[in-house]
C-alpha cells in the first residue's frame, strides 16, 4: 500500500493509509485548502489584513494616512470589529487594537488612525 500524501509505501498495519502523522496532516490540509472559502473565512481574512494594515501605517499610536493609500493595499473599511465615539460625537471604527476615522483635510480625504488606550474602557455616565 501507498501513503495517500506522499506516494511511499506503508509499513506497518495492513489497514494504514499514511506513513506518518505528518502526511496524514498534510493530507488533510492541502484537501481543506482546496474548498472554497466560507464567508468566515473571508470575513476573519479581511479582518486580519484590516488590523495589519492599520498597524503597519500607525507606527507612533496615531497618525494620518490618505484613504486611497490604504484601499490601495487592500483595507476594507466596512469591515471592523467594534467602535468607540469621542467626546466630540466622532466614532471610531477598530479592528481588534487598532482604530480608524475618517476625515477631510486639506481636500483630501484621510484616515485618522489611533491606537487602543485604556481610558477608551470607561463608560461616559
Known sequence: MKCLSCGEKIEGRSDKIYCSSYCKSNYHYEKNKEKSMTLYKKIDRQLKLNRRLLSHFNKSGKAFVRKEKLIQAGFNPKYFTHYWKN????????????????KMNNGKQKYILVQWQDYMDKQTK
Not at 87 to 102: A, N, Q, W
Open 87 to 102: 467626546t466630540k460625537g466622532e466614532v471610531y471604527l477598530f479592528c481588534y487594537d487598532y482604530g480608524f476615522l475618517s
